[in-house]
């Protein structure tokens, strides 16, 4: 599958990924050497993975089989502190994804980055014309990996404490309302599109923000992001 992919375009590495609604991310193959593995996907599946755009598209029902990933992210995930502290960080300057559901209720996701340039039209329209095999090979992985030993209880368990934490992340301080904005925001939404979101008032949007940063003694998205992962690390 790898080997087919470079035929056609060149690319930096690649990362097969399933994600779940109920348990975390599986990594069922990546090209990161150690040192990276545990610099990117360690502290990935220790609970940002929540707010990565990718995870909350393979979670829809209507998906493309494959896409930009920049083209899926919120409006202002470039922004964002998760963009920069795990996005910008590997250093790629494009991204594709791969996505089919392998059961109801698992979708594995390919990623093939760039760091030099961007695709090109061309280079996409190549891609698409081998979605089929690609995505024939990734289900016959994710059929591999299947026999592998069963840690699905023990996963389930994670992901729902780690859920759990940003469901609730801001309480007892925050209004309801206050909760639903930080998550949104967190995510790289801007105020108009929490806005749109939410059906309220890009106004009444910013007096939250405003709000929930004094409630928790920030005056930042970096400070708000660290408190989350912060959170995410206790027991």
Request: include cysteine; glycine fraction near 4%.
């Amino acid at each position: 599958m790898i080997d087919a992919i470079g035929v056609v375009v060149n690319h930096n590495g690649t990362c097969l990924l399933a994600f779940h609604p109920d348990a975390p991310p599986e990594i069922l193959h990546h090209t990161l050497d150690d040192v990276s593995a545990r610099h990117y996907l360690d502290r990935y599946l220790a609970g940002p993975y929540l707010l990565d755009p990718l995870y909350q598209l393979a979670l829809r029902d209507n998906k493309p089989g494959i896409c930009r990933y920049r083209d899926e992210a919120p409006d202002r995930f470039l922004s964002s502190e998760y963009y920069r502290q795990y996005c910008e960080r590997t250093h790629l300057k494009d991204e594709m994804d791969f996505l089919l559901d392998a059961e109801p209720s698992s979708t594995l996701a390919l990623v093939v980055g760039r760091r030099e340039s961007r695709f090109t039209r061309a280079e996409l329209g190549r891609l698409r014309q081998i979605e089929a095999i690609v995505h024939s090979a990734m289900l016959n992985i994710w059929d591999r990996w299947q026999t592998r030993e069963d840690k699905s209880e023990q996963n389930r368990r994670v992901h729902e404490r780690l859920t759990e934490c940003f469901e609730n992340f801001g309480d007892p301080l925050l209004t309801q309302r206050e909760q639903e904005t930080t998550r949104l925001l967190l995510r790289g939404f801007s105020a108009k599109a929490i806005a749109r979101q939410l059906d309220i008032a890009p106004g009444t949007v910013m007096v939250h923000k405003r709000n929930l940063f004094t409630k928790l003694g920030i005056t930042s998205q970096y400070q708000l992001f660290s408190l989350f992962i912060e959170a995410l690390s206790e027991d």
